[in-house]
């Protein structure tokens, strides 16, 4: 099974472009280390604004349900960003 999700982002401390990558670089990057596929697909030119999409993939429908659990509370512990939309979708294959 996989798991889509995308995230419609709110970076209120990010003050320009330089720093809205950084912030997202941080994210990316944690999310990786999770095996989780991520990319920035929307709002690349607002400063405090930003869409990202990612998937990551597991063995039974119980197994993503809390790895995706895992993730939405990492998310909400990052300081930087707030989440004003969360978006998902369930692939069984």
Avoid at 3 to 26: G, N, T
Avoid at 56 to 65: C, G, I, K, P
Avoid at 69 to 88: A, G, H, P, T
């Amino acid at each position: 099974m996989f798991c889509a999700v995308r995230l419609e982002l709110e970076l209120p401390f990010s003050s320009s472009l330089k720093q809205k990558r950084q912030i997202l670089r941080s994210l990316k990057d944690r999310l990786r280390r999770r095996n989780v596929s991520v990319v920035e697909a929307g709002q690349q030119d607002a400063w405090q604004r930003a869409t990202v999409e990612f998937a990551f993939a597991a063995v039974d429908r119980f197994s993503l349900e809390e790895k995706r659990e895992e993730i939405r509370r990492s998310l909400l512990n990052y300081e930087e960003l707030s989440i004003s939309q969360w978006r998902e979708e369930f692939v069984k294959l």
